[in-house]
DNA sequence: GGCCAGGTTCGCT
DNA sequence: AGCGAACATGGC
């Protein structure tokens, strides 16, 4: 087995805890994003030669490092694999956005303002991929965070490549090989409705042909991202939004269609009901080009139970 | 048991 | 253009 450590210096402030947590979601060991008292450890599948990427935290909010174990199974870790992994680290952890210029729109702004207090130093993670962000997306369309969940981590442990390291097994995402794989069927076993699954199942075999070139969106401008993925079954308005959030990593995202945003609007502005969706739209023009953040400190504060009608799971309303 | 969940598409007016 | 239904499953 070949191990190797790096380190990473984010730009502060930069909290890993909140990060990570942002990114993961939930606590508990499932598929790919496990949470190991303070160890995030990942497999990332680079071409058939999965590695695991262990990342922790050194260093403070202001003064941030991260440590990046690397091992992989086999021998064969050389220096370009490396490099890679800590990019990607990189990018999942979101170490290299500056904060500054959306903390000054929001020093200004009376709704912004009291949302960053108490989360300094979040940053927005990433998903390794569009391809993984888009899969993700539509698995969890419509359906509540906790069912999505169960039937994430079936996907990843039912088709994802797997590694054991030092005694552990963990899984990567299943790539768009592995879905064509399992077919229409294998997905339906693992809880896809017939639609979603005929809608991944679309996607995978046009990715793995070459036919759908979702990395390439990187280079295209946010209009021309949201046009091409429209243009997939399977995708709306609310998802590619979410995708320039988390996938793309731009900063003015904003889904407007999404009702749990539409719900947080309605009790921070106090207005006794959710936004509409062109309300939610039309207030969010004040924190352009700085939407993608305040999107995400939006969840980020409600899953911290700073909004205790949506944290006991309530209804909003009269 | 019924209703709904961090949507999308399809088939009707 | 706009509206309702279907989709599949788990939680309350």
Redesign the pocket.
């Known amino acids: 087995m070949d191990r190797s450590v790096v380190t990473i210096a984010p730009t502060p402030p930069y909290h890993f805890d909140l990060t990570s947590a942002y990114a993961t ?1 939930y606590p508990g060991h499932y598929g790919a994003d496990i949470n190991q008292e303070g160890l995030f450890p990942r497999l990332l599948d680079s071409r058939g030669h999965p590695h695991l990427v262990t990342v922790r935290a050194l260093g403070r909010v202001v003064s941030p490092l991260l440590e990046v174990e690397i091992e992989k199974a086999d021998t064969g870790l050389d220096d370009a694999l490396i490099s890679q992994a800590k990019r990607q680290v990189a990018w999942i952890f979101g170490t290299d956005q500056n904060l500054a210029p959306f903390y000054r729109m929001a020093m200004n702004d009376s709704v912004a303002g009291p949302l960053v207090r108490g989360l300094k130093g979040l940053h927005i993670p990433h998903t390794a991929s569009v391809y993984e962000a888009l899969v993700l ?2 698995l ?9 969940r ?2 994430r981590t079936l996907l990843i442990q039912t088709y994802g490549p797997s590694a054991e390291v030092s005694g552990v097994t963990y899984y990567a995402f299943p790539p768009p090989e592995a879905i064509v794989a399992a077919g229409m069927e294998g997905l ?1 076993a693992i ?7 005929e ?1 991944v199942v679309g996607i995978a075999t046009r990715v793995a042909s070459g036919k759908l070139d979702l990395e390439g969106l990187q280079h295209q401008s946010d209009e021309e991202v949201v046009r091409t993925l ?1 243009g ?9 939004q ?1 995708l320039l959030i ?1 996938a793309l990593g731009r900063t003015d995202g904003f ?1 407007h ?5 539409q ?1 947080l609007l309605g009790l921070l502005m106090d207005k006794g009901a959710p936004f509409s969706p062109e309300e939610a739209l039309e207030y969010s023009r004040r924190w352009s080009p700085f939407r993608s953040y305040v ?1 995400t400190y939006l ?1 980020a504060a ?2 911290s139970g700073r909004f205790a009608s949506l944290s006991r ?1 309530g ?1 909003v309303g009269p």
């Open positions: 979601n997306a539509i969890g369309q419509q359906i509540s965070s906790h069912v999505a169960v039937v339906r809880k896809f409705s017939a639609r979603k699954a809608y429209l997939i079954r399977g995708v709306g308005l609310w998802t590619a979410w988390r889904p269609g999404d009702l749990a945003l719900r999107t969840f409600a899953r799971g209804q």
